[in-house]
């Protein structure tokens, strides 16, 4: 060693490792793949080597890179044509005669990769091959070659090799029994033919369920599920002898049976209404067996037992105990995956049952500081569910000590468990919307954001104590938030809630502040919000009015616009009634507009239509015939009725609890739906109907022939004040005839519509659909009642040469009889949402009101709901189209508009009973007759 050169010390060293560790930084980085720049004809040059027989016995290593090289490029994307394929399984064919274990492994993956790919014409050469395999003596092929001839067989070979099949499926090594069944698991679900094979296989199959080992017992089983499941008796009997006479020593085979007793009493529970009381010889047997299992050596299996108890429809608290108790020492356990498991599982069951969780919170509490987030998650959202009130500061405490900690998914679902919290303790309101307002500010992403602005104000409507605290909260959210769309509904809110507030002065300077700082939308949103507060609040429109004005010179057009509006009623408002703080008696005058304010008619009412619903109205309007000319001033009572297109139930988040955000807020899609075109177009390009006026409500088609038929007919029902047009559209699908004037006869017994008139359509050629109208007059002096008639198609058919639609042969009258049609009540009602369905009832008021109770035969509370709202043909208001609780009776909210005009509601309350569902119905309307027809609707 020279002078100059440092003595070699530990320092030194880490120093030199330090410098080629950055040195070569850049090289470990970068990965090179051996197979990046592989070309498809040099790979399928380099497979002349199967041809050679010398190099396939002597070299099989190099074979086995070859085939290495075709997966890849055909992992890649890389196609394969016909004669390249052809060619290769042609030299796969050859590598057959290597006896290397390795390269026969490489053939079946390659064979059984490619087969899905090619076509199965092609793979038929290497079956022979497969065969020949599958019935020698080394049982490593004798597998393997089964399972790739599964994915290369279809039912009509399946049939050659079917004896060699059931043989494999009851050999003595576990390998090529496992293999055998698996493959007849994937023949069974290929086609319908060879699941008819498969289903021949049923005792060999029992025999392999009898097998000592595990892996062939488990998939034995799932065999003989996969055949009969569609068995139910024979399900039945499968799960009951397993269960009793313990012949299962697998684990996973006892896992899916368990999974099969579960599902047997899922099952015969919904066909009970949902409730399984335990009475039945299933239930008691497969609780029994649920409950044994718990005792099971292996802890997959009792987790799993535990599970399905736990999961079991209706059970009572004190048959979850046994499950909740194994769940409880898991909680212990020193793995994270049982952890996990054991804590979702108990999670679910305090959303249902949070009493029975309660003797699990001390070791719940423990697992609040489990290094797995997932698991501490689980275990707070679980105390939020099943602790005292006395426990919530302390709960608050430990959750704000690792919400940092944790992604937002896990945040998202800790929101929802703090709002169920306050819906659970109202008392501790403040501490908990506090502590969801400390976590709004706090660093996250916009669906956490969304989900705490939902759950404040969802709780904000559910508990009126909140709402100031909650408007605050938000209000200081907004002075820094960097969503948009979050700013925009929270002002909104605002604007509706508070001017009703005992102090709504004091958010007037939050909703300024977004004027002068905001984008764009927020500030149109908040130019509205500040118009709101002066609408409601006489005594701040001075003051608001100010604000507004620094807003007329906005550089966006809608914010001008919106601050115009709102400045120009306003002022004529404070012109009209100038509003004084006392009133004639000295006493402090109320703070409220009055009955005739016009700033809050112009403000605060909602239009009568949605704008969709009003572009539509407006453009039925200006079809039909003569309306622009009319002398007639256009109002919204001149429009013509709009019905619902798609009704938008509430978003329901997982607790069920609606979406403040649903589907009709600006966080919403902005995708709108294609407008719908006027399905009175085609009455009103007929001058002979322009008379009859304008259509009230068009229905959808009613099919009253099959599609397959020669003749295709629907219906159209095209309701006006005092006729019906039936609009037949009849398709022709009988290439060697033209249908030439068609009619539809009607005959009927009716004592409201009669026929006066029908239009004929000229001609049908093949393949084309035309139209004939029918004209019913109804007389307007009785009550509408449902109406049937019987309907059959004249017309003339005239002989056509298929193929240039000339005429050729003779023409002959032709009647062809088709389905009744039935003109009932509910197709004089348009479907429409009237608006806040509680206060449009109220106002409707109980004058006209008639009441009437049903007993309907229908199996679940679901089907009644459906069929109640078809029956009245009305428009499902709040939601109340989605049932929520079987088991509880349902209230339903229907609204339309009778012939005439006439709004018409209905509420309607479904139960189920023993003996079917009982319906009780109440009617509103104007008119006690119209409620009387509507509530009629019911036969």
């Known amino acids: 060693m020279s002078q100059s050169e440092e003595p070699l010390t530990t320092a030194g060293l880490m120093r030199e490792i330090t410098v080629l560790k950055e040195k070569f930084k850049g090289e470990d980085e970068e990965t090179y793949s051996p197979y990046a720049d592989l070309e498809k004809a040099t790979v399928l040059q380099e497979c002349r080597i199967f041809h050679d027989s010398k190099a396939v016995r002597e070299s099989p290593r190099k074979c086995c890179t070859t085939i290495t090289k075709l997966l890849y490029i055909v992992a890649q994307g890389e196609s394969l044509t016909s004669a390249e394929l052809i060619d290769v399984f042609f030299g796969v064919t050859k590598l057959f005669q290597s006896k290397d274990a390795s390269l026969r492994r490489m053939v079946y993956l390659f064979i059984k990769e490619v087969a899905e790919s090619c076509d199965r014409g092609d793979v038929i050469i290497v079956t022979q091959s497969l065969t020949k395999d599958m019935n020698s003596d080394t049982d490593l092929y004798r597998s393997n070659a089964i399972r790739v001839l599964a994915r290369i067989v279809d039912a009509g070979m399946l049939g050659a090799i079917e004896r060699y099949i059931k043989q494999a499926i009851v050999d003595r090594h576990p390998l090529v029994s496992s293999s055998a069944l698996i493959s007849a698991s994937h023949f069974f679900e290929s086609s319908p033919e060879s699941a008819n094979i498969v289903r021949r296989w049923l005792n060999e199959a029992q025999t392999a369920l009898q097998s000592p080992h595990e892996m062939v017992q488990y998939h034995a089983l799932s065999l003989l599920y996969q055949i009969k499941k569609h068995d139910r008796l024979g399900v039945s009997k499968l799960v009951?002898?397993?269960?009793?006479?313990g012949s299962l020593k697998s684990p996973l085979a006892t896992i899916s049976l368990i999974r099969y007793t579960s599902k047997l009493m899922h099952d015969e529970a919904r066909e009970s209404s949902g409730v399984s009381d335990g009475s039945s010889e299933l239930a008691r047997a497969g609780y029994s067996f649920l409950e044994g299992s718990l005792r099971h050596r292996n802890e997959m299996v009792i987790y799993e037992a535990a599970r399905a108890i736990c999961n079991l429809p209706g059970v009572e608290p004190q048959d979850l105990a046994p499950g909740v108790t194994v769940l409880q020492l898991f909680l212990s356990s020193p793995r994270p995956t049982v952890r996990y498991a054991a804590m979702k599982t108990l999670s679910e069951v305090a959303m249902l049952a949070p009493m029975a969780v309660v003797k699990c919170n001390e070791d719940i509490e423990v697992l609040i500081s489990d290094t797995n987030r997932s698991i501490a998650t689980l275990a707070i959202t679980t105390l939020l569910k099943t602790g005292s009130e006395s426990s919530v500061d302390r709960l608050m405490k430990q959750i704000s000590s690792f919400m940092n900690d944790i992604q937002d998914e896990f945040k998202i679902i800790i929101v929802k468990a703090v709002k169920d919290l306050v819906m659970k303790y109202p008392g501790k309101q403040r501490i908990l919307i506090g502590f969801l307002s400390n976590i709004l500010?706090?660093?996250?992403?916009?669906?956490?954001?969304?989900?705490?602005?939902?759950?404040?104000?969802?709780?904000?409507?559910?508990?009126?104590?909140?709402?100031?605290?909650?408007?605050?909260?938000?209000c200081e959210f907004i002075e820094d938030s960097d969503f948009t769309a979050l700013s925009t509904i929270i002002l909104h809110m605002i604007g509706n809630l508070g001017p009703d507030t005992p102090n709504p002065a004091r958010y007037i300077r939050f909703i300024y502040n977004r004027v002068i700082l905001e984008n764009s939308q927020v500030r149109a949103a908040a130019v509205t919000a500040l118009a709101k507060f002066g609408a409601k609040v006489p005594s701040l429109r001075e003051s608001i009015l100010t604000l507004l004005q620094r807003s007329l010179a906005d550089e966006d057009d809608e914010v001008r616009d919106r601050s115009n509006i709102a400045v120009d009623v306003l002022k004529r408002a404070i012109a009209e009634n100038d509003y004084s703080a006392l009133d004639e008696n000295g006493d402090p005058a109320p703070d409220v507009p009055t009955s005739s304010d016009s700033a809050a008619f112009l403000l605060l009412e909602p239009l009568p239509m949605s704008f969709s619903q009003l572009e539509r109205s407006l453009k039925q309007y200006s079809n039909a015939p003569g309306a622009l000319e009319s002398a007639e001033p256009l109002s919204f009572n001149t429009l013509p009725v709009v019905e619902e297109v798609v009704e938008v139930a509430p978003v329901q988040d997982s607790n069920g609890s609606s979406n403040i955000m649903g589907a009709s807020s600006p966080l919403a899609s902005s995708a709108a739906a294609p407008p719908?075109?006027?399905?009175?177009?085609?009455?009103?390009?007929?001058?002979?109907?322009?008379?009859?006026?304008r259509v009230f409500r068009s229905s959808p088609p009613v099919e009253q022939t099959e599609s397959e038929t020669e003749y295709v007919v629907k219906c159209i029902k095209h309701i006006f004040n005092e006729h019906v047009v039936l609009q037949f559209k009849v398709q022709n699908t009988v290439d060697s005839q033209r249908l030439d004037n068609v009619t539809m006869a009607l005959e009927g017994e009716s004592e409201i519509l009669t026929v006066s008139g029908e239009i004929a359509c000229e001609s049908i050629p093949y393949g084309e659909t035309g139209s004939c109208f029918t004209v019913l007059d109804r007389d307007v002096s009785v009550g509408i009642a449902p109406s049937a008639f019987t309907c059959e198609l004249h017309f003339t058919a005239v002989g056509v040469d298929p193929m240039s639609g000339e005429e050729e042969g003779d023409s002959y009258e032709e009647e062809y009889a088709v389905?009744?049609?039935?003109?009932?009540?509910?197709d004089f009602i348009a479907k429409v949402n009237l608006g806040n369905f509680r206060n449009s009832w109220e106002q409707m008021g109980n004058e006209c009101e008639v009441l009437e109770k049903f007993a309907l035969s229908f199996k679940s509370t679901e089907e009644a709901v459906e069929n109640v709202i078809n029956y009245f043909g009305m428009s499902a208001c709040d939601g109340t189209a989605t049932v929520k609780n079987p088991s509880k009776p349902h209230m339903l909210h229907l609204s339309g508009v009778f012939v005439g005009s006439k709004p018409v509601m209905v509420r309607a309350q479904v139960g189920k009973t023993a003996d079917g569902v009982v319906l009780k119905v109440a009617v509103r309307s104007e008119d006690a007759d119209v409620s009387r027809q509507v509530a009629d609707c019911i036969r």
């Open 240 to 245: 009951t002898q397993l269960s009793k006479n």
């Open 441 to 474: 500010r706090e660093e996250g992403g916009f669906e956490f954001k969304k989900s705490i602005v939902n759950a404040i104000m969802f709780l904000m409507d559910a508990i009126p104590e909140t709402k100031e605290n909650g408007l605050i909260q938000l």
């Open 819 to 826: 389905e009744d049609l039935e003109i009932a009540t509910s």
């Open 676 to 693: 719908a075109a006027d399905p009175a177009a085609d009455i009103y390009a007929i001058p002979e109907l322009a008379h009859l006026g």
